[in-house]
């Protein structure tokens, strides 16, 4: 059974810098693209950022570019989201995902996958 556990959210001032982790278990990690997605109160879930399963290849979400940064360790079974430069409206609650195969999708019905997800509180 594959398990993902993010961590690393919390409360931060704007202009701070978070790092959320997810651990993968249960299944071959490097088979997995890897995802970032986020949900704001009252929100659709969005895609922040997705990772190919060697690290070779990386996408953000076009408003997050520059401030976010995705990567993943296959030898520990962990991917990671720098956050940076942080703004109130990155609040949100933030999950980990993963999907099988070597292609790259930004919507939430391409990954089987989930954690459980992280809070993310960003003051003003």
């Known amino acids: 059974q594959v398990q993902l556990v993010e961590s690393g959210g919390g409360l931060v001032q704007a202009g701070g810098s978070l790092r959320l982790s997810c651990a993968v278990s249960?299944?071959?990690?490097?088979?997995?693209?890897m995802g970032w997605f986020r949900q704001a109160p009252g929100k659709e879930r969005e895609f922040v950022a997705a990772?190919?399963?060697?690290?070779?290849?990386?996408h953000y979400a076009d408003s997050l570019k520059g401030r976010f940064t995705i990567s993943r360790d296959n030898a520990k079974n962990m991917v990671y989201l720098q956050m940076n430069s942080l703004k109130p409206e990155d609040t949100a609650i933030y999950y980990c995902?993963?999907?099988?195969?070597?292609?790259?999708?930004?919507?939430?019905?391409?990954?089987?996958?989930w954690g459980q997800g992280t809070q993310v509180t960003v003051s003003s």
């Open positions: 995902a993963g999907r099988l195969g070597d292609y790259y999708y930004s919507s939430v019905n391409q990954y089987a996958y």
């Open positions: 249960g299944s071959t990690f490097s088979r997995f693209y």
């Open positions: 990772i190919s399963r060697d690290g070779g290849t990386t």
